[in-house]
Nanobody
Framework: QVQLVESGGGLVQAGGSLRLSCAAS????????MGWYRQAPGKQRELVAT???????NYADSVKGRFAISRDNAKNTVYLQMNSLKPEDTAVYYC??????????????WGQGTQVTVSS
């Protein structure tokens, strides 16, 4: 069984920073792309940033220049460094990873979500 466990959310003032982490564990053969999504109250879940196994990144326009995604393949962990946070960044942030479990097929796993609240 594969799990994604997120950490690092919280309450921060506008202009501040937070770093989210997401560790994949369990019976993992390999991990392809990993990423972060967010969902604000009353809105659809949206992509924040993604990173391939080779380190290629992609960002939503709303976070370019402020957020940075990275990963540690040895630790099966993806990070999201969030700087210059704005109240509109307030949302539940979800980790996503495309994983080949041992003996299984590629599947998109999701974390449980971590709340990020930015006060003005």
């Amino acid at each position: 069984q594969v799990q994604l466990v997120e950490s690092g959310g919280g309450l921060v003032q506008a202009g501040g920073s937070l770093r989210l982490s997401c560790a994949a564990s369990g019976s993992i053969f390999s991990i392809n792309g990993m990423g972060w999504y967010r969902q604000a109250p009353g809105k659809q879940r949206e992509l924040v940033a993604t990173i391939t196994s080779g380190g290629l990144t992609n960002y939503a326009d709303s976070v370019k220049g402020r957020f940075a995604i990275s990963r540690d393949n040895a630790k099966n962990t993806v990070y999201l460094q969030m700087n210059s946070l704005k109240p509109e960044d307030t949302a539940v942030y979800y980790c996503n990873a495309h994983i080949f479990p041992r003996g299984g097929s590629l599947y998109a796993y999701w974390g449980q979500g971590t709340q990020v609240t930015v006060s003005s």
